[in-house]
């Protein structure tokens, strides 16, 4: 069974302090890693996504990719109370010559004010 | 407010109804899919359609009928459906093979009640 793991949380930071989410992988095949934020009732709105070992920093968010250690995290900086929603991981492989992505369970942020 | 437009954004229907639910895009993706999302759950992929032809099938039951009229629509038809079908049901739609990284981008969804 492939999955995509995420610790459900909810993770409570403080306003202005960095939340870090993590997300783990068990497809080695896997090639592209996706970060979606999806607020109550909402549909899922991309963040960033990464395919390359290593760091990608966009504004207030860094992606983190570990393919070794089949590991993805997302740092938001300077987190905000309009941060707070669930952060869903999403991975895409080839499987039977076809592209599927398979989410996480997706983490609950909360940003105390 | 997204590029990849779903209507109804809601519906509420009886078992014994039949439904479309529609989806478009002018981006120009050849790639377009249909999931479903329960409340607190991540959305499970039902179809995916790559280059206007059904690509992948993920066991959904016979009551869910996907169809690709063109590159820019997808539609999902819906016959004697089940409450337990209540959700929200959303599409997407990416760049597809041979660029594995392209993301997916969403609509807004329809949300589904059965009665």
């Known amino acids: 069974q492939k999955e995509v793991e995420q610790n459900s949380g909810p993770l409570s930071v403080p306003e202005g302090a960095i939340a870090s989410l993590n997300c783990t992988y068990s497809?080695?095949?896997?090639?592209?890693f996706f970060w979606y934020r999806q607020y109550s009732g909402k549909s899922p709105e991309l963040i960033m996504f990464i395919y390359s070992n290593g760091d990608k920093e966009d504004g207030r968010f860094t992606a983190q990719l570990n393919k070794a250690s089949q590991y993805v995290s997302l740092l938001i900086r300077d987190s905000q109370p309009s941060d707070s929603a669930t952060y869903l991981c999403?991975?895409?492989?080839?499987?039977?010559?076809?592209?599927?992505?398979?989410f996480g369970t997706g983490t609950k942020l909360q940003v105390i004010p | 407010d997204t590029e990849v437009t779903q209507t109804p954004k809601h519906l509420v229907m009886g078992m014994t109804n039949k439904k479309s639910l529609k989806c478009e895009q002018h981006m120009g993706h050849r790639a377009m899919y249909w999931y479903k999302q329960k409340a607190k759950k991540p959305p499970e992929l039902m179809f995916v359609?790559?280059?206007?032809?059904?690509?992948i099938n993920e066991s959904v039951p016979s009551r869910f009928s996907p169809e690709c009229p063109n590159s820019s629509l997808l539609n999902l038809h819906l016959h004697a459906l089940q409450p337990e079908d209540s959700a929200l049901y959303l599409c997407?739609?990416?760049?597809?093979?041979?660029?594995?990284?392209?993301?997916?981008?969403f609509g807004d969804g329809t949300r589904l009640s059965i009665l």
């Open positions: 359609y790559s280059y206007e032809k059904l690509s």
């Open positions: 999403a991975v895409k492989a080839e499987s039977g010559g076809y592209q599927k992505v398979t």
């Open positions: 997407a739609s990416s760049q597809d093979h041979p660029n594995l990284n392209q993301p997916q981008h």
């Open positions: 497809d080695r095949g896997s090639q592209s």
